[in-house]
C-alpha cells in the first residue's frame, strides 16, 4: 500500500499515469492533498483521496495540526510506502511516516524554494528540507542540477537518486508532438511564456527582455499563458506592463497547451529557479525552442545552442539578443525545433519517465 502527500490539488497533474499504473500492477493507492480536489485534478477513480489541510507558507500551529494529522492518517491505513512530493507535503508526511515507523519513506524534490532565498525565511526553508531529507529513506531528484544543489548546500548528505534524465511526469510525446514540420509565421514573429505569472518565474524580467526585443524588432508579439499567482505576486508595474501594452496577450490558464505551443516561435522562459521545468520539454515537444536562464532546472531541459540557448542570470540584453536571432534566422529557428523535438522524445517520454518510477519504487 503507498501513501502519496501533495500539498494542493494541481500538483495531482504533476503526478502523471503512475498512480494508475500502480493500481494496474495491484497496489492500493492513497493519496492525500492540502485542499479538496476538484474534477479536473481527481485521480483514477479506484485511487483513495484523503483531505489533510496544510498551508503551502510556515504556519507553526497549522503545521503541528497537520503533523497530527498525517499521522493519524498513517495509523489507520498502515502504508507500506510514504510518498512525499512538494515542500510541505513532503515535510508533513517524512515526519508523520517516520515516527509511524513506516518502513519506505520517499521525498520527491521538485524544486528548492530556498534557492536564492535570503536572510531567516531562507534558513527557515533550508533547515526544513533538510529535517525532510533526514526523514526519508530515499531522496529522488527531478533533475540532476537539483541533485547536486541539494548536495552543494548540504540539504542531503549523499546525492539524491535522479531517473534517467529526471522529470516530474515527462510529456506525453503523442499529444505534443506536432508529426510534421512547423511553418513558420511571418516576421516580427511570437514570444511565448506559459506558467505561473509569479515572481519566481521572472516574470519583471519577462518584461525588461521583451522591450529590448522590440527595441529591434517593434511588433513582436508576446502571448502568455499563465495565471496570477497570489502567493508570490508579480510587481505593479510588472502587472500594467502585461495588460497595457498592444502587443501582450493574455490568455489565462491554457487548457489546450499543445495548441498554444505550436502557435508559437520561441519560448521565453525567465524563471529564477526551477526542479525541471515541464514548460520547456512540452515546447521541446512541440518543435518550440527555449531561451532560458542557466539556473538549477532549467538547464537540464535546455542543451545550449542546440536546443535552444541559456544565458547567464540576469542579463537582459544577452536573453533579447538570443530571442531576436531565433526570430529572424528561420534556418537556426528550424534546427533548434527539430533538435528539440528529438530530445524531448528520447529523454522525457511520459511513458518511460513514469514506468522508471513504478519500477525504482516497486524495488524498494
Not at 71 to 80: R, Y
Not at 341 to 357: G, P, T
Request: net charge neutral; aromatic share 6%.
Amino acid at each position: 500500500m503507498v501513501l502519496v502527500g501533495v500539498t494542493v490539488p494541481m500538483s495531482l497533474s504533476l503526478l502523471g499515469d503512475r498512480l494508475t499504473m500502480m493500481v494496474d500492477l495491484g497496489w492500493e493507492v492513497h493519496v492525500a492533498c492540502g485542499e479538496p480536489v476538484p474534477s479536473q485534478y481527481r485521480p483514477d477513480p479506484r485511487v483513495v483521496v484523503h483531505q489533510i489541510p496544510m498551508t503551502r507558507d510556515i504556519s507553526p500551529i497549522s503545521d503541528l495540526r497537520s503533523l497530527r494529522d498525517w499521522s493519524d492518517l498513517i495509523g489507520q491505513i498502515k502504508p507500506t510506502h510514504v510518498i512525499g512530493a512538494t515542500p510541505k507535503a513532503g515535510f508533513m508526511s517524512m515526519l508523520a511516516a517516520r515516527r509511524r515507523r513506516v518502513p519506505n519513506r520517499v521525498f520527491e524534490a521538485w524544486g528548492a524554494r530556498w534557492d536564492g532565498a535570503q536572510g531567516i525565511r531562507g534558513a527557515i526553508l533550508r533547515a526544513a528540507d533538510r529535517v525532510t531529507v533526514a526523514s526519508a529513506t530515499q531522496t529522488v531528484a527531478v533533475s540532476d542540477s537539483l541533485a547536486d544543489l541539494f548536495l552543494a548546500r548540504r540539504i542531503s548528505n549523499c546525492r539524491p537518486v535522479v531517473l534517467g534524465h529526471g522529470a516530474t511526469q515527462g510529456v506525453d510525446v503523442a499529444r505534443f508532438f506536432p508529426g510534421h514540420e512547423r511553418p513558420r509565421g511571418a516576421l516580427p514573429g511570437t514570444v511565448g511564456f506559459l506558467g505561473r505569472l509569479a515572481a519566481d518565474k521572472g516574470i519583471a524580467d519577462l518584461g525588461v527582455v521583451m522591450d529590448l526585443v522590440r527595441a529591434v524588432m517593434p511588433d513582436t508579439r508576446l502571448w502568455v499563458a499563465g495565471e496570477l499567482d497570489s502567493a508570490d505576486p508579480v510587481n505593479e508595474r510588472t502587472q500594467a506592463w502585461l495588460t497595457t501594452s498592444a502587443h501582450n496577450t493574455l490568455l489565462g490558464q491554457m487548457v489546450e497547451v499543445p495548441a498554444f505551443l505550436r502557435s508559437v516561435d520561441v519560448l521565453c522562459f525567465p524563471s529564477h529557479r526551477e526542479g525541471l521545468p515541464n514548460a520547456v520539454i512540452e515546447a521541446a515537444a512541440c518543435g518550440v525552442p527555449a531561451v532560458a536562464w542557466d539556473v538549477t532546472g532549467t538547464r537540464d531541459a535546455v542543451i545550449d545552442g542546440q536546443t535552444g540557448f541559456l544565458v547567464p542570470l540576469g542579463n537582459h540584453d544577452a536573453m533579447a539578443g538570443r530571442i531576436t536571432q531565433i526570430l529572424n534566422d528561420s534556418q537556426l529557428a528550424h534546427r533548434l525545433g527539430v533538435a528539440s523535438r528529438d530530445v524531448a522524445r528520447e529523454r522525457f517520454d511520459s511513458r518511460l519517465v513514469q514506468a522508471a518510477y513504478v519500477d525504482f519504487i516497486a524495488r524498494l
